[in-house]
């Protein structure tokens, strides 16, 4: 008897030093690192459908000087944004780290950027009741087999997306999650303007622990210098 209580604690005590270890959000690097890519830090849900995650900005890699770290709350019933805040690292007095570190290594971002940041973003996930994650979140999933997401598009004759909107299917019945518009005001289809989406695409998704409720995650890609830009969001 005395064994197995001793047993039961040491699980215990273990269990409670490897929770109180956390180090912070793992990578998943989106894309091929040969040619464009982002970076995404999931970092958990809450039981009532917000989703939380970090995007690294991959988009000014050329220029080695800052890395841009946003952080976003989200609501995934509304799509609404809760709360969002970038930092930046200043990659200057961490040259001493070798460069795939400084791209998307777990150890850059673990030794510089969640010390400096992870107290504020603690807070504020415990502010929306967001559950930090347990290890369900280390990939990007790809859709069970009863589940399809369809794309639709329109282009103008500049091969600009007008319109774009991705619906969900599952029993021959589909709900649409993300609908674009640029003829909207907030959206405009200005063609002396850089921020023309010519193309979206699906990357997959992420599943809440705790309803069936998914975050899919797509790519804006816009005009770049040199190259396209591309811009995750989560619909």
């Not at 603690?122 to 979140?137: D, H, R, T, W």
């Not at 282009?155 to 709900?175: G, P, Q, V």
């Not at 989406?197 to 997959?204: E, H, M, V």
């Amino acid at each position: 008897m005395k064994k197995i209580v001793l047993i039961t604690i040491l699980v215990y005590l273990i269990s409670f030093s490897v929770k109180a270890q956390y180090t912070g959000p793992k990578p998943i690097v989106v894309g091929d690192t040969s040619t464009n890519y982002q970076v995404i830090y999931p970092l958990g849900w809450s039981n009532d459908g917000t989703f939380a995650y970090i995007h690294q900005d991959m988009n000014d890699f050329a220029t080695r000087d800052n890395y841009y770290y946003t952080i976003h709350i989200q609501n995934m019933k509304t799509n609404k944004t809760l709360w969002s805040k970038q930092f930046k690292s200043d990659l200057e007095n961490y040259k001493h780290f070798p460069a795939d570190n400084t791209l998307h290594n777990y150890t850059f971002f673990k030794l510089v950027m969640w010390d400096r940041i992870g107290g504020e973003i603690k807070a504020k996930l415990n502010q929306y009741n967001v559950e930090i994650e347990n290890g369900s979140l280390h990939k990007v999933n790809d859709l069970p087999k009863d589940i399809s997401l369809k794309e639709t598009a329109t282009k103008n004759d500049s091969e600009i997306t007008t319109r774009y909107n991705i619906r969900l299917f599952k029993s021959d019945k589909f709900k649409l999650v993300y609908g674009y518009d640029c003829t909207r005001t907030e959206d405009p289809c200005d063609v002396n303007k850089s921020i023309w989406y010519r193309t979206f695409a699906l990357k997959g998704y992420f599943k809440s622990p705790f309803e069936n409720r998914i975050a899919i995650l797509v790519f804006k890609e816009t005009n770049g210098f040199e190259e396209p830009y591309e811009y995750p969001f989560f619909a």
